[in-house]
């Protein structure tokens, strides 16, 4: 079983910047694949940036290419998401999850065996 849990999120006026983190709590030796997904009012989960285990392959949302950087320290077993130049469009609940192995679809939520509770990130105009 594995746990994630987010922090980072708050309010922020537009152009402004947020780094959230989510913290694991695998036991395995497993390359778990990460990634970050978000959730707007009245909208689906989307599917923000994903990262494999050596950081060697990282995958970005057109939306958000540019302005956000998503990263990781295995040995803090956390991930990152670095998030610039924010815009209203990016309030939404952000998720955290990851996969036990190589994802060949990382931009898929189904993709995904495990999720945090999601943190709050706000926008203002």
């Known amino acids: 079983q594995v746990q994630l849990v987010e922090a980072g999120g708050g309010l922020v006026q537009a152009g402004g910047s947020l780094r959230l983190s989510c913290a694991a709590s695998?036991?395995?030796?497993?390359?778990?694949?990460m990634g970050w997904f978000r959730q707007a009012p009245g909208k689906e989960r989307e599917f923000v940036a994903a990262?494999?285990?050596?950081?060697?392959?990282?995958y970005y949302a057109d939306s958000v290419k540019g302005r956000f950087t998503i990263s990781r320290d295995n040995a803090k077993k956390a991930m990152y998401l670095q998030m610039n130049s924010l815009k209203p469009a990016d309030t939404a609940v952000y998720y955290c999850?990851?996969?036990?192995?190589?994802?060949?679809?990382?931009?898929?939520?189904?993709?995904?065996?495990?999720w945090g509770q999601g943190t709050q990130v706000t926008v203002s105009s």
């Open positions: 990262i494999s285990w050596t950081g060697g392959s990282t």
């Open positions: 695998w036991r395995t030796s497993s390359a778990y694949f």
């Open positions: 999850a990851c996969h036990p192995s190589f994802l060949a679809l990382p931009r898929m939520e189904s993709s995904y065996n495990y």
